[in-house]
Antibody, heavy 118, light 105 residues
Framework: EVQLVESGGGLVYPGGSLRLSCVGT????????MNWIRQTPGKGLEWVSM???????YYADSVKGRFTISRDNAKNSVYLQMSSLRDEDTGVYYC????????????WGQGTLVTVSS | ENVLTQSPATLSLFPGESATLSCRAS??????LAWYQQKPGRAPRLLIY???YRATGIPARFSGSGSGTDFTLTITSLEPEDSGVYYC????????FGGGTKVEI
């Protein structure tokens, strides 16, 4: 059974940092593009970042320069380092597998809540 | 930017009825349109991809149609467990999600 389990969410002050982690099991992790997608009160579902199986990286304009995605295939893990956090970054962050290699999201984690507030 | 507009915002129906949800793209997405179901407190679940193909394990009560800019998700013989918010997503021009349709059974 495919599973994606996120961790690392929490409450952080504006301008602060947080690191999210996601462990994938039940599939050949290294073969898949992995994404972070968030769900915020203001924008609904919003794609944040992707790291493909060849370690090419893409970011949404809204997080470019502030967020860093990485992966460790030996640990079946993908990470999202978030810095300079803003109120509008508040939301649930999902770790998501792309089944097609082109933005088809077939497996989602349960999500981890990030709250940016003073 | 290719914007997806979903309608109606809310749909209230009875068990056994059929639901018709619409997703309209501001520019053609060819057939690269997917539908997801999200229940309260849960992650979205892939239902339909490439406009009309059911994802693994999705009942035949769920069907998708359309191409270009106009797409429809149809759910027949509604069950209480079908309640939730349904989102469309395009992957033709970068990617984007619609704002969702809430279905109440």
């Amino acid at each position: 059974e495919v599973q994606l389990v996120e961790s690392g969410g929490g409450l952080v002050y504006p301008g602060g940092s947080l690191r999210l982690s996601c462990v994938g099991t039940g599939f050949t992790f290294s073969s898949f593009n992995m994404n972070w997608i968030r769900q915020t009160p203001g924008k609904g579902l919003e794609w944040v970042s992707m790291i493909n199986s060849g370690n090419y990286i893409y970011y949404a304009d809204s997080v470019k320069g502030r967020f860093t995605i990485s992966r460790d295939n030996a640990k079946n893990s993908v990470y999202l380092q978030m810095s300079s956090l803003r109120d509008e970054d508040t939301g649930v962050y999902y770790c998501v597998r792309d089944s097609s290699g082109y933005n088809l999201f077939d497996q989602w984690g349960q999500g981890t809540l990030v709250t940016v507030s003073s | 930017e290719n914007v997806l507009t979903q309608s109606p915002a809310t749909l209230s129906l009875f068990p056994g009825e059929s639901a018709t949800l619409s997703c309209r793209a501001s520019q053609s997405v060819r057939s690269y349109l997917a539908w997801y179901q999200q229940k309260p407190g849960r992650a979205p679940r892939l239902l339909i991809y490439d406009a009309s193909y059911r994802a693994t394990g999705i009942p035949a009560r769920f069907s998708g149609s359309g191409s270009g800019t106009d797409f429809t998700l149809t759910i027949t013989s509604l069950e209480p467990e079908d309640s939730g918010v349904y989102y469309c997503q395009q992957r033709s021009d970068s990617l984007a999600f619609g704002g969702g349709t809430k279905v109440e059974i």
